[in-house]
């Protein structure tokens, strides 16, 4: 019969045991894991802020809302006794029709490591106002006071003075403060009430030069706005709540909108700033960067532990059908090794284009854990199963990464398909009788 301690030495040369001690290192190779997805996130955010400083010298992200006709008016109220009171309101009429055609200029801006994306563009602005209906405002209007309020969300992209035309007649644009539905912009003062009969419509022109980066938007104020945008960028993401009709090719890409009143919830005319958010309406092109190597940093850190599990089941199953015992520190030895993947890769991606680096980082980790399995297994034959099978992985993950559409449907076959093979192998091993098999060969 076996003695207690016969019992307790079998258990601690058992594959079962040893199939646990491997389950608890996979799992703690979750914290290192952890650790470098937190360095992802660190290095992500320093880049954002990089970005931002670089966007802030020389201009946000614009927006353009307007033109716009603001009618100052007054009314006055008498109580019963007698008093006075004049209340002062604007009256805002968007546009009949509004077009604009820009050409956007991209250009990348290096600070350091980090990269910008920022534009120049020249833009075409025109359109007409219809008749003024005077029912439709309350009070007296101040016609010597009226003015078309033009929105920008950064002033600072303006690089030249801009002349306003209307009905032929030419006007100064000025800065002029902020309104609650146009937000901060140009101000264009009208002085000659000729231009605001009743039965003349207005008809409107500029021409602007604008500086921006990333992106660049539109509130289609206009009961109908057309815009139209062209620019040399192979990669431009059409955002907000209208899709255009667009071409891309390698040399860069043309976009047609064409908004009529009912798509959008804004109203013709309003009082004062009684108007809902206009930013609701927006839509424009974006710069794509289509070289976002954080993204790929973390979703190729998210397979770790799917490459540590698989690389200690390898090493496990060449312990078991060749009876050579590896201790659990080499188990972890390795398991840091794959972890230490993606710290190369991070920091290599921020300096190389993102493809060489995860070659650079891929060629360095198997290659180590060749050497050291090579020391351990003593066997080329065994060694050379084991890179081969890394580099599997690696060539795996790489292509996973690059079909961002695919990728769970890619990722998902390929699981399977490894399930699928240790679930072979795993056949030929007798677990319940390795429980009582001879020591294995140190």
């Known amino acids: ?49 990089t970005i931002e400083k670089i966007n802030s010298k020389w201009s946000n992200a614009q927006t353009i809302t307007g033109p716009v006709l603001v009618i100052p008016y007054k009314i006055t109220t008498t109580d019963e006794k007698k008093n006075s009171k004049t209340e002062n309101h604007t009256f805002n009429l968007a546009p009949e029709s509004l ?9 990348e801006r290096h600070y350091g490591i980090y990269k910008s994306i920022l534009y120049k563009s020249s833009l075409d602005i025109s359109g007409n106002f219809k008749a003024i209906d005077q029912k439709q405002i309350e009070g007296e209007p101040q016609w010597a006071d009226a ?20 009905n032929k007649q030419h006007f100064t644009a000025e800065t002029g403060g902020s309104d609650d539905a146009i937000g901060q912009g140009l101000i264009i003062s009208l002085k000659n009430a000729v231009l605001f009969q009743p039965e003349k419509r207005l008809d409107f022109h500029c021409n602007m030069d604008l500086n ?17 945008v062209e620019g040399n960028w192979k ?14 090719n390698e040399t860069g890409f043309t976009a047609r909108w064409n908004i009529l009143h009912f798509n959008r919830n804004i109203p013709e005319s309003w009082k004062d700033g009684n108007i809902i958010d206009t930013a609701d309406n927006s839509f424009g092109v974006n ?47 390795v398991g840091v090794a794959l972890i230490l993947f993606y710290s190369l890769l991070l920091s290599i991606s921020e300096q190389l284009n993102f493809g060489i680096s995860y070659l650079i980082a891929s060629i360095a ?14 066997n080329k034959t065994q060694t050379g199963i084991l890179a081969f099978l890394l580099g599997i992985l690696y060539v795996f993950l790489y292509v996973v990464l690059q079909l961002e559409d695919v990728a769970l449907l890619i990722g998902s ?30």
Not at 19 to 42: C, D, K, Y
Request: charged letters at 20%.
């Open 147 to 166: 003015y078309i309020r033009l929105g920008l969300s950064d002033l600072r992209g303006i690089t030249k003075n801009i002349d306003f035309e209307i």
């Open 365 to 378: 980790t198997i290659g180590l854990i060749t050497v050291y399995a090579n020391s351990i297994f003593k």
């Open 99 to 107: 077009i604009i055609k820009s050409k956007l200029t991209p250009e």
């Open 235 to 248: 990669a431009p993401g059409f955002i907000g709540n209208f899709t255009p009709q667009y071409k891309i």
């Open 212 to 228: 921006g980066s990333s992106n660049l938007n539109f509130i289609p104020v206009g009961r109908s706005t057309q815009v139209f």
């Open 413 to 442: 076959i390929g699981l399977f398909v490894i399930l699928g093979i240790i679930m072979y192998l795993s056949h030929k091993i007798k677990w319940y009788n390795e429980d009582t098999s001879p020591k294995m060969k140190q």
């Open 1 to 49: 019969m076996e003695t207690t301690n016969e019992k307790i030495e079998k258990f601690s040369q058992s594959v079962t045991l040893k199939a646990i001690i491997i389950g608890v290192l996979t799992l703690l190779m979750l914290i290192p894991g952890s650790m470098i997805q937190e360095l992802i996130h660190e290095r992500q955010n320093r880049s954002r802020e």
């Open 287 to 333: 710069l794509v960067d289509t070289v976002d190597h954080y993204q790929l940093n973390m979703r190729s850190n998210k397979y770790a532990l799917m490459f540590i599990a698989l690389t200690f089941v390898v090493f496990f199953f060449v312990e078991v059908l060749t009876r050579k015992r590896i201790h659990p520190i080499q188990y972890l030895l």
